[in-house]
Structures are given as C-alpha cells and as structure tokens.
C-alpha cells in the first residue's frame, strides 16, 4: 500500500473522525497521549513548527497557543478543510498544506521543529518520512513524536479484564510480525452504542514493525535520540476518566523526540 492509497483511506476516515473527536470521544488523546507529550515537549515559543499528519488540526492549535508558528500538513483533503475551517473561526496562524509526508512540500532547513501526534505508524516507508524530516529541520532542530506501543501494536491483542471491569493484563502475540498496510477497523470505544452504530468504522492501514527497528531507524537517518517516554496515567487522571485505566497496566503509547546535530 503507499502514500496515496494510504491518503483516500484516511479522507474517508476524516469527516466521522473530525466529528467524534470533536464531541468528545478520542479520550486517550485528550485525557492521557496529548498532556504527557506536550509536557515533554521543549518551549516552542516563537519557534516555527511543523505537525506531521495534522488531522483536523486540534493539536496543531494546541501548539499555535504555546507560541508556536505553525504549519499543518496531512495527505487527507477532507481533515485540511476541517482544520482550515477551524482556523478561519479562531485564527492562530497556522497555515495548513496537503501533501505526503514523503515528499514534504518544504525548503531544507525550513523548520525549527518538526511534530508528529499518533500518524508516524499509519504511513508507508517511515524510513523516507525520517529522510525528509532530517531534511527540513534547520541543525540542532528537534522531532518529537508518538505512536502507539510496539509492545500493542501487533496482530494479536486481548484486554483481559476481572469481574470489576478493571483491566489486569494484557494478552499480545506477533510482536516479530511486521504489517504493511493490513487495515484494521475500529472506531473511538468512549462513543455511546448510539453513536458508534450510526457512523461508519474508520479504516486504519498498519505498518509495524519492532521497537529496536523505530529506534534503529532514527540513529540510521542521522538523529540523536535524546528522549523517551511510555505516558502512563495517574489515579487522578482515572479518576477524571475511568475508561483509560488499562493504560495503567500496558503502555498504550511510545513517546520519542530526536534532534538533528548542529
């Protein structure tokens, strides 16, 4: 599967993904994913920034409000007009351009940092999308991303849950198995029954591969790691949302950022 196919599955994602999460239900973002990776994320302020995989541009917007210049970019038509809607309603500056992460629209050294929320592990050749990143960073600028756990991330996952409905352990298998493109459908688990039979399922293409091969791949595109993280939540954060306990048990999600030598 490449960019393009990738693309039209992701624009026939976009309208129901921008609505539900916008309602509320894409709660791992909003209560777990997105608070530990802006609180790992160094001061923006008045850096120019670049959101891989932008979406419909609600963590773009979040970073426009540290004091970010940013720009947006999704191969996605459907979340561009979404997220250029949102900004003509709130203007923050940000300019949003479609376009393939693996051939970013960009001059070298166009950006001093380069962000990607939860998108790296849904594109096809990562290895050409680091090439590019590498590229359009000024030196010493830094990438920082998320994806979701290599450890999760694999073709067989079980939530094993007692009779309290807490989860307590995890059941995975495939971990070596390395997906390309296999679709997977699923759709936000917070959404009321009512809601998740009246939209369409979105379809996700995969590509995974192990650990050491996301890590390998950075030092082998020229970066230095420089940090990780596995957000896990806190009681306080269950407490605000019960449904995001599991992640106490398993790490749902894999923080790295990388900067570019001087």
Known sequence: ?????????????????????????????????????????????????????CGEGHNTRLLAKLGA???????????IRHAREAEELDP??????????LTLPFAQ????????????????????????VHRVLVPAGFFQFSITHPFLDVPHRRNLRGQDGRTYAYEVGGYFQELR??????????APPEVRGAVRKFKVPRFTRPLSKWINLLIEGGFIVERLSEPC???????????????????????VRVRKPA
């Open 109 to 132: 050294g166009s950006f001093d940092f380069v962000v990607a929320f939860m998108s790296l592990m849904d594109m096809p050749e990562v290895e050409r999308v680091v090439a590019e």
């Open 69 to 79: 210049r940013m720009t947006g970019l999704d191969i996605a038509p459907t979340f």
């Open 181 to 190: 493109g296999n679709v997977e459908e699923w759709t936000f688990s917070a």
């Open 233 to 255: 939540p806190r009681e306080e954060d269950v407490g605000a949302c019960p449904h995001i306990q599991d992640a106490q048990v398993v790490p749902y999600f894999f923080h």
């Open 1 to 53: 599967m490449n960019d393009r196919e990738v693309g039209r599955c992701w624009d026939e994602n976009a309208e129901v993904w921008t609505r539900l999460s916008r309602a509320g239900y894409d709660i791992y973002r909003d209560f777990l994913n997105t608070p530990a990776f802006l609180a790992m994320l160094p001061d923006v302020q008045g850096l120019r920034g670049l959101d891989l995989g």
């Open 92 to 101: 923050l500056g940000i300019t949003y351009v479609e376009g393939s992460a």
